[in-house]
């Protein structure tokens, strides 16, 4: 029994003792306003449950405060204003504004967001079905999807068809300003994922090349190896009366090339956008990729691609097999 009281002894002390060692300190109460524009519901679902670890007011528990949980949680709140900080919405454009919402309800409807292990102490950040919902019509209504007529459509489905056959090719294509270069073969490459901007009315294939694509069946895609590059094509929508939606006037194709040496100082990438029938190269000057980075910044943890691959059709055999 004394041996055991001591033992409870030695860990209260050893306990007080690592109060007295704090994390750095970081701002913990500058009020966030509510974001403009927003509608009171949406507002108060993101400040419940995305605030503490993504904008300047921070809700601190009593257990939150308590080393060496402090560390862990300023750990936390570190990563999550790089990557997303609502202190800042009042100062952004609306596009910015819609696309964040956009990248923001997508981790919700992923279940990555917010961090399990956050929600498991902090159950005022768990979202139920009908927040999810509410957050879910609210992303919808940004970008309200009208129905197209029938010239509408048959001008898309010319320009697609012709996309398609390779007809919309340039042999003069300049290459963007930071010299990256134009990858016309790009279609001949396999597409990897799909996504619905539903916050801009737009709609992108990615293709990937060989290597890419041996990656994501290795499953080696953080860090993603040299030699990978992405092609991402971007259409406007159609929404035929019917309900489905097809692609529209073609708007643009960016490529991200990845050489982690070469484009040391461009996290890794190579960086290029050519736009419209023209394929005309994005940016003034040889900086523009800040552009690029910036908004690829959330997702620095991986490897700044928002991009989560789609089984390919190959690796599925694979799987279907063992």
């Not at 967001?113 to 005022?124: E, G, L, N, Q």
């Not at 994922?193 to 890419?212: E, H, K, L, Q």
């Amino acid at each position: 029994m004394k041996n055991i009281n001591k033992l409870i002894l030695v860990l209260l002390v050893g306990f007080i003792g690592l109060q007295f060692f704090r994390p750095e300190k970081i701002d913990h109460g500058t009020k966030t306003q509510d974001l403009a524009n927003v509608p009171n519901a949406v507002n108060t679902i993101l400040r419940n449950s995305c605030f503490d670890c993504h904008s300047s007011e921070v809700n601190l528990r009593w257990y939150d405060k308590i080393t060496p949980a402090n560390f862990l949680v300023n750990s936390h709140i570190k990563e999550g204003r790089a990557a997303l900080d609502f202190s800042k919405w009042n100062s952004w454009p609306k596009p910015q504004q819609n696309s964040t919402i956009y990248y923001a309800i997508n981790k919700v409807l992923s279940g990555e967001m917010p961090i399990p292990s956050y929600a498991a102490v902090h159950s005022s950040a768990k979202l139920n079905e009908d927040q999810i919902n509410i957050l879910k019509n609210y992303a919808l209504s940004i970008a309200p999807r009208k129905i197209s007529d029938d010239a509408q459509l048959q001008s898309a489905e010319k320009q697609y068809n012709s996309w398609i056959n390779g007809e919309l090719k340039n042999p003069h294509i300049k290459p963007a300003p930071n010299r990256l270069q134009y990858i016309p073969d790009y279609r001949n490459w396999k597409a990897i994922s799909t996504t619905d901007r539903f916050d801009n009315g737009t709609m992108r294939i990615i293709f990937g090349n060989d290597v890419a694509v041996k990656a994501i069946q290795k499953r080696k895609t953080n860090p993603w190896p040299d030699g990978s590059i992405f092609a991402k094509t971007a259409w406007n929508q159609h929404v035929q009366k019917d309900g489905s939606v097809s692609t529209g006037e073609f708007i643009q194709v960016e490529f991200m090339v990845k050489d982690a040496e070469k484009y040391k100082q461009t996290k890794g990438w190579g960086w290029g956008r050519w736009k419209g029938n023209n394929l005309k190269p994005y940016g003034e000057t040889a900086d523009f990729d800040k552009d690029c980075i910036e908004c690829h910044q959330p997702v620095a943890n991986q490897d700044y691609v928002f991009t989560s691959p789609l089984y390919l059709i190959s690796q599925l055999k694979k799987i279907q097999t063992k």
